[in-house]
């Protein structure tokens, strides 16, 4: 499968894909033999609140990257942290899949999560290697939302795009969205809109008024007070000066969209020379460790624990006898009984 | 320091929060003498997508409390899960703080998180037990953005409202916000704006069309794949007949806080009679349990890991030698290999 995946076939990516959606086993195989052909595409984020036209700018910016001599290759994944109770990324995908449909540069896919957020940035990740092995230049990772979820999958590209829209930046809490600190471009959409001018004036206010000089690289949320000891030089790299543009568009007349495409690459561009690319390429993959890591401790502490003791805790705090923290010390020290790790505790009395 | 707390005092509330956000060790003591004297406070969540006035309406919300006869006491937990960027939540404190100061019968509470979103989220449910121990009548957890986290934080309440502005909702993107099947009220706030009856439609139409019969109870990402024995029973529960309406609201004049304030009320009368209230008290406690122990496990999995070995499994994973996933299995490898909770391997080698 791998063999045809290096090929660009479309049949096994999509396959692969969805095999990594399920979680099946066999994929971490194939993975492993793709893993070193991936860091060649060039890995784009796109976030945004609702409404500002992401989709659509995308979109765009797919088309501009095609009709490029010779064309660039294209995967776009559109990713749905909330469970779809609307079917709105089945309508999204139908109004793309007419646009550009039939194109064999262009690769689309949606990822959505069904209700499990970290399952879903795991299998992000793994698809965009994916893409990336099949030898996709550009490969969009575009979120439907602007919250912190949505945000760690889009900040974990190289670039980053921030897209806002005239109407939803005039506000003292639409500044708060925790987009502000990843982006490397700023993208002002529906620029025809009353507005826009004022939200163009707003970011780059704020860009002057106290942007931090380098973006930081948050980690998954229980790791943040232990940092990873090896990445911890890498991440405190000086500010490698690159002036964040605010450009205006509008996707759905196709006005803006060559600056904004041309930005992208002078980042891609920027990243290399100044060593800042493999800094956020190693930040991703450790922020993937963790991920992977807290994920299968748990897993392993629900198989192990024995169902009477978690019965009988779950009871306790349920009955307000135990607090959540003192359930988890009981949990743990079960867990932990038989020889544990712990180094202190090794000489200790086991069962 | 409980006692004090249990007396209602403001300093020790205040102290005893600013030490679960400093993750002091010493707050957990208090906590648990504090606990078997919680669960009487009506847990109110208020999220939405930035821009909606969600401030101005539990403000509102607090003031009408605050008129009752008797009056009511009230809490306030405003949660930024994203960083400060802007000084943003010290503005709208501010603003809160001329509205409501100096009433003794309310409380408000900024929550940030500067990145560090499980801890965050975990420091408010342990927030949220303080102010329920103090005696607060009503504790509006107020999140600032529409995101998974905010969405996970805001839905750990029993009362979830959803606040959604004209102009936000016109999009086919504004209801994939994730936020829909958890909400238990919706308010259209600024409903003297243009198209504030288009959203109270769409919000119906899209009620009628497809809410899931009962509010899912979602677990933190990682561990759905593996639902929590104890409580499965207690989430499978049929739908307790709760039809949830569509009010609108101007917040900045004050009106509708009336009906609003009686919706909430009538839901947690519902949410007794239907015996639905012990339903999410329990799935409460439990995803605290979970994300205690998450954050616990990762921490242990850092201190005790050989730096050595973190070291040249990260150079090989930047390398593209070894893929997250494989990294991962080395590492936990490691970890568990001095006797491990793994029942399989307990009779197998010890170092």
Chains 1, 2 share one sequence.
């Not at 940092?227 to 007349?253: F, H, M, N, Y």
């Amino acid at each position: 499968m791998s063999e045809q995946i290096l090929n660009g076939n479309r049949r096994a990516i999509a396959r692969l894909i969805s095999q990594i959606e399920n979680d099946r086993p066999e994929a971490q195989a194939v993975l492993a033999e793709l893993y070193p052909h991936t860091g060649r595409g060039h890995l784009v984020g796109v976030t945004g609140a609702p409404g500002t036209g992401k989709s659509s700018l995308v979109n765009q910016l797919a088309k501009f990257y095609r009709r490029q001599e010779p064309p660039k290759s294209v995967a776009i994944i559109a990713v749905d942290p909330t469970s779809p109770f609307s079917g709105g990324a089945i309508l999204g995908d139908r109004i793309r899949m007419v646009e550009l449909a039939g194109d064999p540069g262009v690769f689309i896919r949606s990822m959505a999560s069904r209700g499990n957020v970290g399952g879903l940035a795991r299998a992000v990740d793994d698809a965009v290697k994916v893409l990336d092995a099949a030898g996709f230049e550009l490969i969009f990772i575009e979120t439907v939302g602007a919250g912190q979820n949505e945000v760690e999958i889009a900040k974990s590209a190289q670039t980053v795009i921030v897209v806002e829209a005239p109407g939803l930046g005039d506000d003292v809490q639409a500044i708060k969205a925790g987009i502000l600190e990843i982006a490397d471009i700023f993208v002002v959409n529906k620029a025809d809109q009353a507005g826009a001018e004022r939200a163009v004036a707003t970011l780059k206010m704020m860009l002057e008024l106290g942007r931090p000089a380098s973006r930081p690289v948050l980690h998954h949320g229980q790791v943040m007070a232990t940092p990873a000891p090896a990445s911890g030089g890498a991440k405190e790299q000086p500010p490698a000066g690159w002036d964040i543009p605010v450009l205006k568009t509008i996707a759905l007349k196709g006005e803006g969209i060559v600056p904004l495409a041309a930005a992208i690459d002078q980042h891609l561009a920027h990243l290399r020379q100044s060593g800042e690319l493999a800094n956020r390429t190693q930040a991703r993959l450790i922020d993937e460790l963790e991920a992977i890591l807290q994920a299968e401790l748990m897993k392993r502490l629900w198989d192990q624990l024995p169902p009477d003791l978690l019965a009988s805790v779950t009871i306790q705090l349920v009955e307000r006898n135990l607090t959540p923290h003192a359930a988890g010390q009981i949990l743990l020290a079960e867990f932990f009984k038989d020889g544990d790790g712990l180094n202190q505790d090794q000489a200790g009395s086991k069962q």
